[in-house]
């Protein structure tokens, strides 16, 4: 099985510019994310896809792969695909490693390669079940800005040590509605939430970047779902926990925090 990660990474970011050159752990954004996919047991290469030449610069300086790309992509998905149809070497899976992810652990990016690889599916992803406690607010199954993923079938091929299953949907709304109390989660735990790495063989990523957006997708911004409209296969492995990702400057502070060893 050969694998290679791509990592999308642009300056433009609306709610945090220049995201991935923000240095205050002292090592760029970007950084944190391709160490971390380095450490990957299944990754056999590594390389950024960006727009900008800052970007491209930084990464060339700490001795990482990049490549340019347009500017006029929408999505990562868009951008890992111009990469992907420059490349001549083939490989087996193609893993999407968001480039504001600079502590997702390395076993994910192996799981999610597995999953891939043994099932087969159009797409794979990973979830984790949310955490218990606090009922409402930022982090919960009430938070829009968590996608929940409704799970179907569990996989039977897969290794005995991993958990797996058919994806049905993913929403940025509380599903399934908790209706017997008023659509409020009685345990949090009871509803798994989408983690943002995707894997792909070659074939199906550009295939799924040639279809339309779909109506869902358009509806909830969420990607997945030209997927799941198109009733192509997608399946989701299960994590135990997931480590924030960085989209505004509190995050980003909160992972410089972390970094520092610093109890949020």
């Known amino acids: 099985m050969k694998t290679l990660v ?7 970011s609306s709610r945090l510019p220049g995201k991935p050159l923000k240095n205050d752990t002292g090592y760029p954004l970007i950084q944190h994310v391709y160490e971390q996919a380095k450490k990957s047991k299944l990754a056999n290469d590594i390389v950024v896809a960006t727009d900008d030449e800052r970007i491209k610069k930084i990464v ?3 001795g990482g792969n990049c490549e340019m790309t347009s500017t006029s992509h929408e999505s990562g998905s868009d951008r890992i695909a111009e990469v992907v149809r420059k490349l001549s070497d083939e490989y087996d899976v193609i893993v999407n490693v968001q480039g504001d992810e600079p502590e997702l652990e390395p076993e994910a990016i192996d799981l999610v390669t597995r999953i891939q690889y043994q099932t087969s599916p159009f797409m794979s992803t990973l979830a984790c079940k949310f955490p218990a406690g606090i009922q409402a607010g930022t982090g919960t199954p009430l938070d829009p800005a968590c996608v929940k993923v409704v799970l179907g079938k569990k996989l039977a091929n897969v290794s005995s040590d991993t958990e797996a299953y058919k994806a049905i949907y993913f929403s940025r709304s509380v599903v399934p509605y908790p209706r017997e109390n008023g659509g409020i989660p009685v345990r949090n735990e009871d509803f798994f939430m989408h983690i943002g790495i995707y894997a792909y063989s070659k074939d199906s990523l550009l295939a799924f970047t040639d279809l339309e957006k779909s109506r869902l997708e358009s509806l909830e911004q969420l990607e997945q779902l030209r997927v799941i409209e198109n009733h192509l296969g997608l399946h989701v ?7 924030p990702g960085v989209d505004t400057p509190a995050d980003y502070q909160a992972f410089v925090k972390r970094q520092q060893g610093t109890i949020i």
């Open 237 to 243: 492995g299960i994590v135990e926990h997931a480590m």
């Open 6 to 12: 791509l990592i999308p990474a642009r300056f433009d």
């Open 60 to 62: 060339n300086s700490f």
